[in-house]
């Protein structure tokens, strides 16, 4: 089994690009650790690269996709979009982005592998990205389509952030609103790891949140 995580700088996670096999510190990390205490026989690449939108994505899918030929392909990527929109004056063409991740799903496609989709997110810690939100919220529903469209699982990770933020401060999650802490990556790899069990006869422990303390 090849696993195949691609996104942005929340998949990233300031992995070592020098190290083909470098897994960041984040949820990807997380998920391969948990993987590995079950006795798994798999191994985990990370191609997430800080600042991509969807469009870097469908450049650099040969090498860091199609070339790999992965078993499972986890994507989330589309908070880059939004926030360009904003702090670079870069108009997003929702439209565009929906065709853009169709290519990037098609071209894979091509090899059949299990994906997994998961939700851009907006966390309500930061008051100066409120107006995220009506840009970020059809993002959200274009991957949403997509996972329908292709047969993906789908994990609705901004559903998920928001009842978190019902039981701990939003900046618990991510103090930016974008990057997560610790805790919210674990609870990315949580949830992540909740849908691959639903696709696999594996096995797979990690404590749930509400199991800990976290004061």
Known sequence: MKILFQG?????CQRDRKD???????????????????????????RGISGNRVRDLVERWDEDCLDLKPNLL???IGINDVWRHFDRGLPIDHADVHRQYRTLLERAA?????????????IPAAPEKVAF??????VIQIVRELAVEFGAALVPLDGL???ACSWRPAGFWAEDGVHP??????????????????LTSDEVRLTHFNHLSLS
């Open 20 to 46: 083909p096999q470098g897994l960041g510190g984040g949820y990807v990390r997380i998920i391969a650790d948990a993987l590995g205490a079950a006795d798994m026989e798999f191994s985990a690449w990370n």
């Open 74 to 76: 986890s994507i989330l």
């Open 8 to 12: 942005d700088s929340v998949t990233d």
């Open 110 to 122: 091509t090899q059949s592998p299990q994906l997994i989709l998961m939700e851009p997110f907006l």
């Open 161 to 163: 952030f928001a009842a």
């Open 133 to 138: 939100r009506p840009v970020l919220n059809p």
């Open 181 to 198: 802490t610790a805790a919210g990556h674990r609870l990315i790899a949580d949830a992540w790891l909740d849908v691959y069990q639903s």
